[in-house]
């Protein structure tokens, strides 16, 4: 009796077995049925390509996205650079603009590489041991006309072609920037970024465009509303641009029209119009950059233009076209730095315009040797 009782009786080992086997197979069988009708809606396992590994298919057990957590933390660094003279007004905003690099550069967020400042002077200056630079030729005497912005497309040319360029992008910048907030890597694989300046108008100038963007091409909207800078583009695209914007933009200054009509722009024109020979669009992006005194607030941008000059009354009223009461104009410093500890606007002036003066006072007070310079 006791023996057919034994037998009647699982073991407990065995019941623990059981369990843990119907346990699993039904997880399996869950699992898949998910993973098979996400695949049905189109959603499948793989890599976004952004190196982010994707599944929008979900755990049965813990009802979470398995995705592989870390892996949104890949970085596509960007090269920083900046053409340059070796004249004065050149450098004391290289020196401000590099300053500024070095602060946010490994701030969470950013996304910034190496930096170089492409001198296209000829030969080296008395920044090369503070400044990473590097020299290249200006285009032959009498070349640029006196529009010095002119080298700016044949010092990339150079520096594309001979320089050692470890990240796969470039942020083209310029001495008059000023980082405000970390800037990440705004392009997507072959869409660079860049910032629509409202001066740049293709449309309204399509019977000078067509000289040098045929009908054939495409539309005239193809050609985006930008200049070269800000602009944050892959470097092998880049390599093929620039010899066609230096060619284009020479082009342009050769011919009386244009050169009339697009004036001191007419190298951002020529970068414009050189993207679309090459069928490369860029998003357009508000946010990379902001213009005192036109743009009030900083907030969530990223670089400060201080290309115009800042005038207000002492009540804080702007004065533009009008030296005011108060002002900020980096034309006021041709020759020499401005000087440390610039007075701070009147009430009332716009945070953009205040920012922009205690970046620039910060700067000149903790860079060695400013007021010799």
Request: one cysteine or more; proline letters at 9%; glycine letters at 8%.
């Amino acid at each position: 009796m006791i023996g057919r009782k034994n037998m009647g009786r699982a073991s407990p080992l065995f019941l623990l077995l059981l369990v843990l086997g119907s346990f699993f197979a039904t997880y399996n069988l869950l699992t898949m049925m998910i993973h098979h009708r996400g695949l049905g809606r189109g959603e499948v396992d793989g890599n976004d390509g952004d190196g982010l590994l994707l599944s929008t298919s979900l755990d049965p057990l813990i009802r979470m996205p398995r995705r592989v957590k870390g892996v949104n933390t890949v970085k596509y660094p960007f090269h920083v650079a900046l053409t340059a003279t070796d004249a004065p007004y050149s450098k004391w905003q290289c020196r401000i603009m590099y300053y500024w690099y070095k602060k946010v550069k490994d701030m969470p967020g950013s996304e910034m590489g190496g930096f170089t400042r492409i001198l296209h002077s000829g030969s080296p200056d008395n920044l090369m041991g503070e400044i990473p630079t590097y020299v290249v030729n200006p285009l032959p005497a009498g070349l640029d006309r006196g529009y010095v912005v002119l080298n700016r497309p044949w010092a990339f040319v150079q520096w594309l072609e001979k320089a050692t360029i470890e990240e796969e992008y470039i942020l083209m910048a310029e001495p008059d920037h000023i980082f405000v907030n970390p800037l990440p890597n705004l392009s997507h694989g072959g869409n660079p970024a860049a910032f629509p300046f409202f001066y740049i108008k293709p449309a309204e100038n399509e019977k000078i465009i067509r000289k040098y963007y045929p009908e054939e091409k495409g539309p005239v909207t193809d050609v985006d509303p930008i200049g070269n800078s800000p602009v944050i583009i892959k470097k092998s695209l880049m390599e093929k641009i620039a010899p066609t914007w230096m060619n284009v933009s020479l082009s342009m200054k050769d011919d009386p029209e244009t050169d009339k009509a697009f004036g001191w722009v007419l190298e951002m024109y020529g970068y414009a119009v050189a993207s679309a020979l090459h069928g490369v669009h860029h998003t357009l992006r508000k946010d990379f950059m902001l213009q005192p005194p036109w743009d009030l607030e900083v907030g969530k941008k990223f670089i400060i233009h201080y290309t115009y000059g800042c005038d207000y009354s002492l009540e804080g009223k702007l004065t533009y076209g009008k030296i005011g009461e108060w002002r900020f104009d980096k034309r006021s410093y041709l020759q020499n730095p401005p000087p440390r500890n610039l007075s701070l606007p009147p009430p009332g002036v716009p945070e953009s315009v205040v920012t922009l003066v205690k970046r620039v006072n910060e700067a000149t007070a903790n860079i060695p040797g400013w007021d010799s310079e």
